[in-house]
């Protein structure tokens, strides 16, 4: 077979392994995350949302999905994408330091009962953890998406925090379990908050 054929081929199959042995093992880790974001918005709170490169796309997927809408026509829900301001990030990375870019916006913008989903697949990035300590100071809970060993993050979490830790090395497949997570999350938010979609209605009639 054609080599580059046989890479997409290996790709999708290495994809679908990964989630079908995070559905094995993340699906309570999961509801309990989204238990506690639905808490958070049904308390009049707001989640932020952080990381790096892809994960940065990730949290930006978030918000957009809770301001706007998942699949539900809906009323928007309080979200910020700390990765979304590039005047803040640049600035807060040329006065200050990259690794700050995360919490000095958690610190101005984050208040008790708030929830940070901080998102890194090594679970190493010294700007995603800064953000959780200083989630910890600010008493917000975290949500923690991360991959392999979960990292540094792993070991800053508290009681009060969530790991949803995906079952791979590669960041590859990381990212695309991230994805399905986050999709996940959002439907939950949606179906505890709004009940099933006009669609699922028809389904089950």
Do not use: W
């Not at 890479?7 to 509801?31: G, H, M, P």
């Not at 800053?156 to 590669?170: C, F, G, H, K, M």
């Not at 939950?188 to 089950?204: D, H, N, P, R, S």
């Amino acid at each position: 077979m054609n080599n580059t054929l046989e890479r997409i081929r290996t790709s999708f199959t290495e994809s679908i392994q990964t989630k079908i042995q995070a559905a094995d093992s993340l699906l309570n880790v999961i509801n309990e995350a989204g238990a506690q974001m639905v808490q958070c918005l049904l308390d009049d709170h707001k989640i932020m949302s952080c990381g790096n490169g892809g994960s940065a796309c990730d949290a930006l997927h978030f918000s957009s999905e809770m301001i706007n809408r998942f699949q539900h026509e809906r009323p928007g829900l309080p979200a910020i994408a700390l990765t979304a301001d590039v005047a803040t990030l640049t600035s807060i990375a040329n006065d200050y330091s990259y690794e700050d870019v995360f919490s000095r916006q958690v610190r101005a913008l984050g208040h008790k009962g708030d929830l940070l989903l901080a998102i890194s697949t090594s679970g190493n990035s010294p700007n995603v953890i800064n953000a959780v300590k200083a989630a910890h100071d600010r008493n917000i809970a975290v949500v923690a998406l991360t991959g392999s060993d979960g990292g540094k993050l792993a070991g800053i979490l508290n009681d009060n925090d969530t790991e949803i830790r995906v079952p791979a090395s590669s960041t590859a497949r990381i990212q695309e379990t991230h994805l399905l997570i986050i999709h996940s999350l959002c439907d939950v938010i949606e179906y505890c908050l709004f009940g099933v979609t006009e669609t699922e209605k028809k389904m089950y009639e």
